[in-house]
């Protein structure tokens, strides 16, 4: 079965530092991997995605992310936080084990200080 | 080219009466997801539909709640005799393929509130 844990509810930071926000999954097959961002009261929206190819993907706003198969993890990281940057961040896994679900982490909120 | 659409985006419904949300996947998506989401919380998934199919309905609770996506038309969750449990932020999501490699576009949700 699928899951996806991710490692923090909340995080911290200070505007031009860096973020990492922690992710691992579990997979019985070959996953896809996504990052989501949601702004308070809107939607998700895509940041980026990893679908077997290049392991280190390059997403939105100067995010990206690693695909580490050894460690089961999927962090997503950015080199200098903006004050926009603050809102709640999710990881999904999907590997179509012959169910249709995208599985959801449970979120990190991103807090960014001046 | 428009996202997904969803409305209303907020919905106010007594206790026992009945909510319809709607959803608009984008233009040439035939598949549709349902989540749902409580305060503080992750998004559950509820159902997957395809045009006039449900494929996957095992998120959804048996009673009360329905879901179709007709042939012409958005996709429609229902919730009969509401309660105030069904408060929550429900969202919408529309992919092309079933491809485990496509990414799920949301709509911006529709907020139940029931009282």
């Known amino acids: 079965a699928q899951s996806v844990t991710q490692l923090d509810s909340h995080v911290s930071v200070s505007e031009g530092t860096p973020v990492l926000l922690r992710c691992n999954y579990s997979?019985?097959?070959?996953?896809?991997l996504f990052w989501y961002v949601q702004h308070p009261n809107k939607g998700l929206q895509l940041l980026l995605k990893?679908?077997?190819?290049?392991?280190l993907v390059k997403g939105i706003n100067g995010f990206e992310a690693e695909f580490k198969k050894s460690e089961t993890s999927f962090h997503l990281t950015k080199p200098s936080a903006h004050m926009s940057d603050a809102a709640e961040y999710f990881c999904?896994?999907?590997?179509?084990?012959?169910?249709?679900?995208?599985?959801f982490g449970t979120g990190t909120r991103l807090k960014v200080l001046a | 080219n428009a996202g997904v659409m969803q409305n209303p985006r907020h919905l106010v419904r007594r206790r026992g009466q009945e909510a319809r949300l709607r959803c608009s996947p984008m233009?040439?998506?035939?598949?549709v997801y349902w989540y749902r989401q409580l305060p503080e919380e992750g998004l559950k998934f509820m159902v997957y539909?395809?045009?006039?199919?449900?494929?996957?309905e095992s998120g959804m609770p048996k009673e009360r709640f329905s879901a179709e996506f007709p042939k012409e038309g958005p996709s429609i969750l229902r919730i009969q005799q509401v309660v105030r449990g069904d408060s929550a932020a429900y969202f919408c999501?529309?992919?092309?393929?079933?491809?485990?490699?496509?990414?799920?576009?949301f709509g911006n949700g529709t907020r139940l509130t029931v009282t």
């Open positions: 233009k040439g998506h035939s598949h």
């Open positions: 997979s019985s097959y070959s996953p896809s």
């Open positions: 539909l395809q045009k006039e199919n449900i494929i996957d």
């Open positions: 999501a529309s992919s092309p393929s079933d491809s485990k490699n496509s990414p799920l576009h």
């Open positions: 999904v896994v999907s590997d179509r084990t012959g169910t249709y679900k995208y599985i």
């Open positions: 990893y679908t077997s190819a290049a392991t």
